[in-house]
């Protein structure tokens, strides 16, 4: 009996442990969470004192994305409407740097959203316009990056082989820059992409 007591005194120091570890955990997140709500917050109100006297130019398109950006990942509908914004004005004053970039946010925001064919479809055509522009870096980086979230996309949606293109188009721009990281990175994809295709001996 008193070995029994002692395991159930035991287990309940355990389970108390536990307890306060777990809501050590939660208060910690919280206020990760809470402190990355407010710095956004306060960035947000940063640049929309910037917007307010900027005019109809490619800075203002610059100002948009910068705060789409800020609320991709916390808050898509206002990163998705920061976007749109940018995307307007962006086509109004053919600013196609400012309209691939604007793509890319609504991409991003659709991505988190879960709505993988509208991110696809934003990704192509801000890739389509980088292509376009006969400029090197950084816009090469930047459809580099592209060419890996179409990739991602694709990889999700098992469509290994267009998934291959573009990892395979994205290697090719990280070398011409350079990027170590980044060719590290997509020969990994490639890899994940050849051990789901069994296709151990290019893995």
């Known amino acids: ?54 005019k109809e130019d490619t800075s203002k398109v610059s100002t948009l994305n910068s705060l789409a950006w800020e609320f991709y990942a916390t808050n898509s509908n206002r990163s998705l409407n920061y976007a749109q914004k940018a995307l307007n004005l962006a086509e109004k004053i053919s600013d196609k740097k400012g309209s691939a970039s604007a793509l890319n946010s609504i991409g991003i925001a659709y991505y988190f959203r879960g709505n993988y064919p509208e991110a696809l479809k934003n990704y192509v055509r801000a890739a389509a316009i980088l292509e376009g522009n006969g400029e090197v870096s950084p816009d090469r980086k930047k459809l580099g990056a592209l060419y890996n979230n179409i990739a991602a996309i694709l990889l999700a949606e098992n469509n290994y082989q267009d998934a291959e293109k573009y990892f395979l188009k994205s290697l090719t721009i990280d070398g011409e820059l350079g990027d170590k990281n980044g060719m590290a990175q997509s020969y990994n994809n490639i890899g994940t992409i050849y051990k789901d295709l069994s296709k151990y001996e290019k893995a």
């Open 1 to 54: 009996m008193v070995g029994l007591s002692f395991l159930c005194l035991a287990n309940t120091f355990y389970l108390v442990e536990v307890f306060h570890v777990y809501k050590a955990r939660l208060i910690f997140f919280l206020f990760l969470n809470a402190a990355a709500t407010c710095l956004a917050q306060t960035k947000e109100d940063s640049l929309l004192k910037v917007l307010s006297r900027q």
